[in-house]
């Protein structure tokens, strides 16, 4: 999750006790923040709240998404001089961190998860937008160049990430990576691993780590941008470095500990 505190901590304003106060706005449930074809200046990170993404389609308003703390939008506006592209209207109370294009650098600076987050929204809409030129001109998929969606298969040996409270039980998957993190309406990303119910402090990052197999073994490495750390039985991991796990070790991401099962012999 973006630390919106971090974001500015030696950002403009950084002195004093409350060092993003100034950038703080509030909005009452039920306002618009802004409007469709609106030009902006502003983007918006969401410090307490809910916001609705809305857009005119075909004559009717449809919710686009739904953000909550952490999440941001309106981004558009600052990386180009353009319209919006959507309405944003506050669910609930608000409040927001408003950045304009004097502060956008710094909170870029401050804070890698924001840009990587930011990047892969971008490079979503750039596949949405393909997809949708390639459904214009009337392009056949054939069914093999269809993505196969990874399944898990939650038979009693595989290898699981256990919680113990709540009590929760999530299989890794036999092929590829297994990654461990937050939904996030943002970028349209669910994690194969998703802490979300088990995490209402929200200290694990939407890409938290990733869990893979390499011949018998299994490894945890960080990602990019962690805020509040990925630990085994107790020792902090360094971001992009793959640490072996066996069954019965700990792993917790931000405040969330679970236990790693592997395979019966």
Same mark, same amino acid.
């Given at each position: 999750?973006a630390?919106v505190k971090a974001?500015f901590k030696?950002?403009p304003?950084?002195?004093g006790?409350?060092?993003?106060e100034?950038?703080?706005?509030?909005?009452?449930?039920g306002?618009i923040?802004?409007?469709?074809g609106?030009?902006?200046t502003?983007?918006?990170i969401?410090q307490s709240?809910?916001?609705?993404l809305?857009k005119?389609?075909?004559g009717?308003t449809?919710?686009?998404a739904?953000l909550?703390?952490?999440d941001?939008f309106?981004?558009?506006?600052?990386?180009?001089d353009v319209?919006r592209?959507?309405s944003?209207?506050a669910k609930?109370d608000?409040?927001?961190v408003?950045?304009?294009g004097?502060?956008?650098?710094a909170m870029?600076?401050s804070?890698?998860e924001?840009?990587v987050?930011?990047?892969?929204?971008?490079?979503?809409?750039?596949?949405?937008?393909?997809?949708l030129? &390639?459904d214009? /001109?009337? $392009?056949? @998929?054939?069914e *093999? &160049?269809k993505? /196969?969606? $990874?399944? @898990?298969e939650? *038979?009693r040996?595989?290898?699981?990430?256990?919680?113990?409270?709540?009590?929760?039980e999530f299989?890794l998957?036999?092929?590829?990576?297994?990654?461990?993190?937050?939904?996030d309406?943002v970028?349209?990303?669910?994690?194969?691993?998703?802490l979300?119910p088990?995490?209402?402090?929200r200290?694990?990052?939407?890409?938290?780590a990733?869990?893979y197999?390499?011949?018998?073994?299994?490894?945890?490495m960080?990602e990019i941008g962690v805020?509040?750390?990925?630990?085994?039985?107790g020792?902090?991991?360094?971001?992009?470095?793959?640490?072996?796990?066996?069954?019965?070790d700990?792993?917790k991401?931000?405040l969330?500990?679970?236990?790693?099962?592997?395979?019966?012999s």
């Amino acid at each position: 999750m973006a630390n919106v505190k971090a974001v500015f901590k030696s950002g403009p304003g950084g002195g004093g006790k409350n060092p993003y106060e100034k950038f703080l706005v509030s909005h009452l449930m039920g306002e618009i923040l802004f409007s469709e074809g609106d030009i902006g200046t502003d983007m918006f990170i969401i410090q307490s709240g809910t916001v609705e993404l809305l857009k005119a389609i075909g004559g009717e308003t449809r919710v686009l998404a739904t953000l909550e703390k952490g999440d941001f939008f309106g981004e558009m506006s600052v990386l180009e001089d353009v319209p919006r592209s959507a309405s944003a209207r506050a669910k609930t109370d608000v409040e927001l961190v408003r950045i304009n294009g004097a502060t956008f650098d710094a909170m870029l600076r401050s804070n890698t998860e924001i840009a990587v987050r930011m990047m892969r929204k971008l490079s979503r809409r750039l596949r949405e937008v393909t997809a949708l030129l &390639e459904d214009a /001109v009337g $392009r056949q @998929v054939h069914e *093999e &160049e269809k993505p /196969v969606p $990874r399944r @898990v298969e939650p *038979e009693r040996n595989a290898c699981r990430l256990v919680c113990e409270d709540p009590a929760a039980e999530f299989f890794l998957n036999r092929e590829g990576d297994t990654l461990v993190g937050r939904s996030d309406p943002v970028t349209g990303i669910t994690p194969d691993v998703d802490l979300t119910p088990l995490d209402p402090q929200r200290s694990t990052s939407r890409r938290h780590a990733k869990l893979y197999q390499m011949s018998d073994t299994y490894y945890v490495m960080e990602e990019i941008g962690v805020m509040n750390g990925t630990y085994v039985n107790g020792n902090r991991l360094t971001t992009g470095v793959p640490i072996a796990v066996q069954g019965g070790d700990v792993l917790k991401f931000g405040l969330v500990s679970m236990t790693f099962h592997a395979p019966e012999s």
